[in-house]
């Protein structure tokens, strides 16, 4: 085998070693407690692109049919930092025994179709029961680093009795990740990252791509953050993705402070952050984004310890504060109430953003050997104040509300719904939903194409 040419590279998530020629691509972990077997492929397949805070691994030939059968399940859904008011984001929890190659993790998350897949394994590096391994894929990308995966993954792990007391830590490509639960409420210990300003073409650059004045741009390792003046244009804000795209990261976290006499004054930073890069348009809840968030709020308002409002159409609140070089981050997880009806039945989409406040994820129907249902199923949420856009179909429709208050108006009629309703429409009806209550409306809508008479 030719000599290896070595190349360093050290990253805010862990210093990676990289040793690479024509045959072989490795990277040997230099923190203790990570993945075992990061990476390492020695078939002469140049598979993988590295770049910031993310490696994409070309899938071609590699189908579902083909994955091993623990991967060809669907996975576990979790909502992380979803709770009474935010239904937060969803992440695929995958357990395993030990990890198979990463093309094949990689393969699993492009067809479970969800935001990322946390792939978690017992660490053999570790005598102690609660010590597991984690590896997190969006649909194209290996990330170094997802905390609302990591969430969902220790929710798993604690709610189904695999870990018997209250901690946790993940070995992972970002080092070890300390993991506490307290009630309903999980810390997770993340690594801190700084930012520093960004120059000025870097700048005019982001705000030409976001079409709004820029407080501030600072590049925090493989995400920029644009400052702007208020929360306002967090909130309200429409993002251009293929302008993003275009832009050299991982990732945009637009922020502000939040005004302390406005509607947010709960909290004391807003954001959102979009990663179309990574297949990602917009993340209802980024974690690691938060961990370059922390330090540049806590600096500029004078105190650690902060409460963020990451403002997705989904939505999630977290807790944030500092300890040494460590950023801790609690929330909490659900299982979604529609996720649990997919295991093994149903394939899931992505969420998408219909309308402001408005998110959908469709499911593909129930599978079957021969053929597929004769209707399409998807989830939808409606936050507090906000409507679907009124539309017509040549199909029937039904929605059921599992959870909050609405009116629906219907070819000019309305009808109160509260959880626990249904209303039908027939085709070509106009229909729309109002959130009339205070706390987001969880609901599942049926469709079928009805024969002509």
């Not at 020695?42 to 590295?50: I, K, L, S």
């Not at 637009?254 to 993340?283: C, K, M, Q």
């Not at 529609?338 to 899931?348: N, Q």
């Not at 402001?356 to 399409?376: N, Q, Y």
């Amino acid at each position: 085998m030719a000599q290896c040419a070595n190349l360093e590279r050290h990253s805010p998530y862990g210093a990676l070693r990289l040793r690479c020629n024509e045959r072989c691509y490795h990277v040997v972990r230099r923190n203790l407690g990570g993945v075992a077997e990061a990476i390492a492929r020695d078939d002469g397949e140049n598979f993988m692109t590295r770049k910031h805070g993310f490696t994409t691994i070309d899938l071609a030939g590699m189908s579902h049919a083909s994955l091993p059968p623990e991967l060809q399940k669907a996975p576990n859904v979790v909502n992380a930092f979803a709770d009474d008011r935010f239904s937060g984001n969803p992440a695929g929890v995958v357990i395993l025994r030990e990890f198979p190659p990463a093309e094949q993790m990689q393969a699993a998350a492009h067809y479970a179709k969800l935001p990322t897949t946390a792939f978690v394994a017992p660490s053999w590096d570790h005598d102690e029961l609660a010590c597991f391994d984690i590896r997190w894929f969006t649909p194209s990308a290996e990330l170094e680093l997802c905390g609302h995966a990591t969430l969902a993954a220790a929710h798993w792990l604690f709610t189904r009795g695999e870990v018997p007391g209250h901690a946790l830590t993940f070995g992972s490509r970002s080092g070890v990740l300390a993991i506490t639960r307290a009630g309903d409420a999980i810390t997770m210990s993340f690594p801190r990252i700084l930012s520093v300003a960004a120059d000025r073409a870097t700048a005019r650059t982001v705000s030409d791509a976001l079409g709004v004045p820029l407080v501030e741009c600072r590049r925090a390792y493989d995400d920029l953050i644009a400052v702007v003046a208020e929360e306002s244009i967090v909130t309200r804000f429409v993002p251009d993705l293929a302008a993003i795209r275009g832009l050299e990261c991982r990732g945009v976290v637009l922020t502000a402070r939040t005004d302390p006499n406005g509607s947010l004054a709960e909290y004391d930073i807003v954001s959102r952050f979009f990663a179309p890069a990574i297949s990602i348009d917009e993340d209802q809840v980024c974690v690691s984004a938060h961990c370059k968030l922390q330090p540049y709020w806590s600096e500029r308002l004078g105190r650690s310890s902060l409460r963020a409002l990451q403002a997705s159409a989904s939505g999630g609140r977290l807790g944030l504060d500092a300890r040494g070089d460590r950023v801790l981050i609690e929330g909490s997880a659900r299982f979604g109430d529609i996720d649990g009806i997919r295991h093994g039945t149903v394939a899931c989409g992505p969420v998408t953003t219909c309308a402001i406040g408005v998110t959908m994820r469709e499911f593909d129907g129930l599978a079957s050997e021969h053929s597929k249902a004769p209707f399409r199923l998807a989830s939808f949420r409606v936050a507090p104040g906000c409507a679907t856009v009124a539309e017509a179909h040549d199909v029937a429709e039904l929605w059921h509300l599992s959870r909050g208050h609405g009116r629906a108006v219907v070819d000019g009629r309305s009808i109160e719904l509260k959880a626990g309703d249904s209303v039908q429409f027939a085709p070509r009806e106009r229909h729309q939903l109002h959130n009339v209550g205070d706390e987001a409306i969880e609901a599942v809508s049926i469709w079928w194409e009805v024969p002509r008479s």
